[in-house]
């Protein structure tokens, strides 16, 4: 059974910066497309960032040159470095993994297969 666990959430005031990782279990994710997601409250769940399978990112528009998505596939882990953070910014982060090779690299939440239980990430002003 695939899991996925996300840690790293918490509280960060404006300008500054958090470490979200997810550590995957039950599937090697090497050959795998790794996204992060938010969802904020009353809102639809929204893409961050993602890696595909060869190292090629994509980012969102609201977060391109703050957040860093980085993989380990020796580790079977996904992180997101958040830089700069904004209020807007709060939401539960989730990491999510689509099987198989992409290209492009998949950024509808339809499109991945697993997803962790979030983490809240709170940015006050």
């Known amino acids: 059974q695939v899991q996925l666990v996300e840690s790293g959430g918490g509280v960060a005031q404006a300008g500054g910066s958090l470490r979200l990782s997810c550590a995957g279990s039950?599937?090697?994710?090497?050959?795998?497309?790794m996204g992060w997601f938010r969802q904020a409250p009353g809102k639809e769940r929204e893409f961050v960032a993602a890696?595909?399978?060869?190292?090629?990112?994509v980012y969102a528009d609201s977060v391109k040159g703050r957040f860093t998505i980085s993989r380990n596939n020796a580790k079977n882990t996904v992180s997101l470095q958040m830089n700069s953070l904004k209020p807007e910014d709060t939401a539960v982060y989730y990491c999510?993994?689509?099987?198989?090779?992409?290209?492009?690299?998949?950024?509808?939440?339809?499109?991945?297969?697993?997803w962790g239980q979030g983490t809240q990430v709170t940015v006050s002003s």
């Open positions: 999510a993994i689509k099987r198989g090779r992409s290209s492009p690299v998949p950024i509808s939440p339809d499109e991945y297969d697993y």
């Open positions: 039950g599937r090697t994710f090497t050959y795998d497309d």
């Open positions: 890696v595909n399978w060869i190292g090629t990112t």
